[in-house]
């Protein structure tokens, strides 16, 4: 794959994956504290111990400071787990962690809701919080959906 475009027998959209990486643009209000919820129902990644893919649903929530992420940077970067054999718990602190290194938001949630394989379901949560920020306050509830 070259910086520009698709390599021999890759298609465009493997491409802008492959190079995918988190955007970030200007807060617009960043005076305020307001809430954004993102959520992306068609994750998948593999399991390390067997291959089988996984399924979930990783929503987002985080109340931005400076910068927003930009949402096609979001979509691209989660695609590129679709291939990866990662364990649920690691893919959730390693999206937490990257979010936070791309956006320093104020305050952050990330949960992975994982579809039943096996008889089990998992849900894990990972939560950032910027030093010295008292999390969201009241108004901005921050509920299992966003």
Known sequence: MS???PGPGERYGEAQIARARLEVVPNPAPERDYKIAL????FTCLCPRSGYPDFAT???TYVPDESLV???SFKLYVNRFRNQYVFHEAVVNKILDDFVAAANP???RVVGDFNVRGNVKTV??????Q????GPPAYLHVDAEG
């Not at 894990?124 to 919080?129: D, L, R």
């Not at 030093?131 to 008292?134: E, F, L, N, R, W």
């Open 106 to 108: 104020r305050w952050v």
């Open 124 to 129: 894990v949560t990972a939560v950032y919080q």
């Open 131 to 134: 030093p010295g920020y008292a």
């Open 58 to 60: 990783i929503r987002i």
């Open 39 to 42: 959520s992306y129902p068609e």
């Open 70 to 72: 930009e949402l096609k």
């Open 3 to 5: 910086e520009t475009g």
